[in-house]
């Protein structure tokens, strides 16, 4: 048994200590009481910059455990004028929180003289919040839109973490939306053949993923 105040190299190879701890710990009696439940969530939402703007795009299908709650549930959320939010996660902590983003650009808007509120300012707003809860808010939002600087597209993480990409997927059914776009993407597509992408995108999401499904919603 090792002690905690001595400090001991390893033998190398792989150890596990841990596994062992976790099977004991899940035949406990006690841990019928402590045991956390792992909430599923099933959406594919995905946006991505062409020549003139942003399109963004979600699937319709809002799910609780295996049983499909809404089938025309809307994922996409308008925050200003200028920006729109895709969300992903619970649906209740996204919403909440595309209200509160909406909220609190409208007031920046009105002290800047109503001038529309950059990106930037929003991500920022995002990030400070999810990072303050520390992932207890299950939301995984997709921001686009244009403002004075051009088109962006960002992705913000339940812990706050965020990404400026070209193009974005996010959510359950994120890989087969991302495979899409990794073959198809190409800078400065016209209007048409973005909406075209997205649509495929989503679609291929709700083909390869069981929380995805219903309709596709686009925004531009």
Known sequence: MTSP????TSDGGFN???SFRNCQLQNSPASNATKLKVTKTGTT?????FKDGVVLGADTRATSSEVVADKNCSKIHYITPNIYCCGAGTAADTEKTTDMLSSNLTLQSLAMGGRNPRLIMASRILQEMLFRYKGQISAMLLLGGVDCTGPHIFTVGPFGSVNKLPFATMGSGDLS??????DRFKPNMSEEEAKELVRDAITAGIMNDLGSGSNVDLCV
Do not use: P, S, W
């Not at 105040?5 to 001991?8: N, T, Y």
């Not at 939402?45 to 910059?49: C, H, K, L, P, T």
């Open 177 to 182: 939306a991302l495979g899409v776009f990794e």
């Open 45 to 49: 939402i995905a946006g991505m910059i």
């Open 5 to 8: 105040h001595v400090l001991e």
């Open 16 to 18: 596990f200590e841990n």
